[in-house]
T-cell receptor
Framework: QKEVEQNSGPLSVPEGAIASLNCTYSDRVSQSFFWYRQYSGKSPELIMS????GDKEDGRFTAQLNKASQYVSLLIRDSQPSDSATYLC??????????????FGTGTRLKVLA | DVKVTQSSRYLVKRTGEKVFLECVQD?????MFWYRQDPGLGLRLIYF???????EKGDIPEGYSVSREKKERFSLILESASTNQTSMYLCASSFSEYNEQFFGPGTRLTVL
């Protein structure tokens, strides 16, 4: 089982719809969770951080965290063609015994259709 | 805004050459990281540093070394470049081990 799992996609949604991206993780002691957007050929760009259970909203983005079920999700409202990118989930368990656990999923490719 | 810069966007080197990739951050972050990203393999951690002159191996340190002489600068060194080190190299920094990482623009390295 991978430590952080994402569906690779592509996830196709029409312009203006809500895109829902999901991520599950295996380490129960994980403490912080992040979503990155990565355009083709570019580096990952941080779009959301979430540290506690529940929802966190920032503009058109909402991150949802459920530690009991070990999943984190990202909702993108009013999706735009410019949102078409790969979205990476990252899960952080901090520094333990010299091992740093900031694990990335392999990403979900989102395509927003005009 | 956090700014992480990398010395080159594109680099072409020959097999056996010594290669230096430089990364600088301007936010006084404690932690710095080097990753490589390859299609289908995602982001893989090469080395990280949580303090000046401190370094720890990541998941794939073989064939690489690092140097952190100043807090803001973290260098990745390929001692003798090989074709299987052709990749996108990404530097990142974070305030602490529990905070988010911010990435530089990346260096696409091709080893011929």
């Amino acid at each position: 089982q991978k430590e952080v799992e994402q569906n690779s996609g592509p996830l196709s949604v029409p312009e203006g719809a809500i895109a829902s991206l999901n991520c599950t993780y295996s380490d129960r002691v994980s403490q912080s969770f992040f979503w990155y957007r990565q355009y083709s050929g570019k580096s990952p760009e941080l779009i959301m951080s979430i540290y506690s259970n529940g929802d966190k909203e920032d503009g058109r983005f909402t991150a949802q965290l459920n530690k009991a079920s070990q999943y984190v999700s990202l909702l993108i409202r009013d999706s735009q063609p410019s949102d078409s990118a790969t979205y990476l989930c990252a899960v952080n368990s901090g520094l333990t015994s010299g091992t740093y656990k900031y694990i990335f999923g392999t990403g979900t490719r989102l395509k927003v259709l005009a | 805004d956090v700014k992480v810069t990398q010395s080159s966007r594109y680099l072409v080197k020959r097999t056996g050459e010594k290669v230096f990739l430089e990364c600088v951050q301007d936010m006084d972050h404690e932690n710095m990281f080097w990753y490589r990203q390859d299609p289908g393999l995602g982001l893989r951690l090469i080395y990280f540093s949580y303090d000046v002159k401190m370094k720890e191996k990541g998941d794939i340190p073989e064939g690489y070394s690092v140097s952190r002489e100043k807090k803001e600068r973290f260098s990745l060194i390929l001692e003798s470049a090989s074709t299987n080190q052709t990749s996108m190299y990404l530097c990142a920094s974070s305030f602490s081990e529990y905070n988010e990482q911010f990435f530089g623009p990346g260096t696409r390295l091709t080893v011929l």
